[in-house]
C-alpha cells in the first residue's frame, strides 16, 4: 500500500519535451488541467500528494517517475540517460529528505531512468534500454540488496521504457503488450494482455487496490475491471504527445 505520492507541476517548456510519438505538440493548459485530474486521482486512491514547483530549465521534469527509484528502505536518485533531463534530480533529492533517511545515488558512468523499473513485491526488474545500461543497473541491483531486496535484468527492445510495456496489478496480475506477453522472464505471471490497438495503455497504475488506466482505451479498461479492479480513467493525451504513461507523473511511497 502507498501513503504519498510526489509530482511536479509541468513547465512551459515542456511542450518541448523529448519525444518519439508523432501526435503533435501538447496544448500546455491542457496538460495542466490533466495534471490536475491525474493528481485528484492520486487523491481517491487514499494518497497525500505532494506537488513540487514547476522547472522552467526541464521541460520533461514532470514525468518525476524517472528520477529516483522509492522502496521502504530507502530512496535511490537515478542519473537519467538522456542527458537534457539528468538535472532533474537535484530538486527531487532535494524533496525527498523530507521522507527518506537513507537516500542512495547513482553514479556515472552508470544511467538508470526508473520508468524502466518494474517493482513485484521486494524484488526489482529493470529494463535495459536506452536510457538504462548495465553498469546503472548493476549499481541499483547493489544498492537493492544493500536494504535485502533483489533486482534482475530485462533487455528491451523498441520501447523506450519497460513500463511503457509493462504494469505490475499485484496479486501476481502483470499488464503486457507486444514481445512482454511471451517474455520468459514475465512466465510466472498472470499476463493481461493488451491489445496491440492499445498499446499506450500498458502502462497503467495500481494505487492500492484502483487501477488508474489512461482514458480512450476501452478494451484495457474492461479487462481490468473484469479482473476484479475498480479503475479510474485519467485523461493524458498531452503527456502520451512526449512518450510519457501514467505511471512516469509521480513517485508513489
Ligand atoms: C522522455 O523522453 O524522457 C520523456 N519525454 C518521457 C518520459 C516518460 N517516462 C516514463 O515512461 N517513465
Not at 526541464?58 to 527509484?69: G, H, I, Q
Not at 530507502?74 to 525527498?96: D, M, Q
Request: with cysteine; glycine share 8%; proline share 4%.
Amino acid at each position: 500500500m502507498f501513503a504519498k505520492a510526489l509530482v511536479k507541476t509541468p513547465c512551459t517548456y515542456m511542450i518541448h519535451g523529448l519525444t518519439t510519438a508523432n501526435l503533435g505538440q501538447p496544448d500546455y493548459e491542457k496538460a495542466l488541467q490533466q495534471h490536475d485530474e491525474y493528481i485528484q486521482a492520486l487523491q481517491a486512491c487514499g494518497l497525500e500528494v505532494t506537488i513540487l514547483e514547476a522547472e522552467e530549465n526541464y521541460p520533461d521534469s514532470t514525468f518525476v517517475e524517472d528520477t529516483a527509484l522509492l522502496t521502504p528502505q530507502c530512496a535511490i536518485i537515478t542519473n537519467p540517460g538522456a542527458e537534457s533531463r539528468r538535472g532533474e534530480t537535484a530538486a527531487i533529492k532535494n524533496a525527498l529528505t523530507d521522507f527518506y533517511s537513507h537516500i542512495e545515488s547513482i553514479e556515472p558512468p552508470g544511467t538508470v531512468e526508473a520508468g524502466d523499473i518494474l517493482m513485484v513485491g521486494s524484488h526489482f526488474f529493470i529494463g535495459i534500454s536506452k536510457r538504462t545500461n548495465p553498469a546503472g543497473a548493476a549499481q541499483m541491483i547493489s544498492f537493492l540488496e544493500k536494504y535485502r531486496m533483489t533486482g534482475s535484468c530485462v533487455t528491451l527492445e523498441k520501447v523506450l521504457h519497460l513500463k511503457t510495456g509493462v504494469s505490475y496489478l499485484e496479486n501476481n496480475n502483470l499488464l503486457a503488450c507486444g514481445k512482454f506477453i511471451d517474455k520468459d522472464e514475465f512466465k510466472n505471471f498472470n499476463i493481461l494482455q493488451v491489445e496491440a490497438d492499445e498499446s499506450y495503455a500498458a502502462n497503467c497504475l495500481w494505487v492500492n487496490g484502483t487501477v488508474l488506466v489512461p482514458a480512450g482505451f476501452p478494451k484495457t479498461n474492461k479487462m481490468i475491471e473484469d479482473a476484479g479492479y475498480p479503475t479510474i480513467e485519467v485523461d493524458v493525451s498531452e503527456f502520451q504527445k512526449l512518450d510519457g504513461g501514467l505511471s512516469c507523473l509521480s513517485l508513489r511511497f
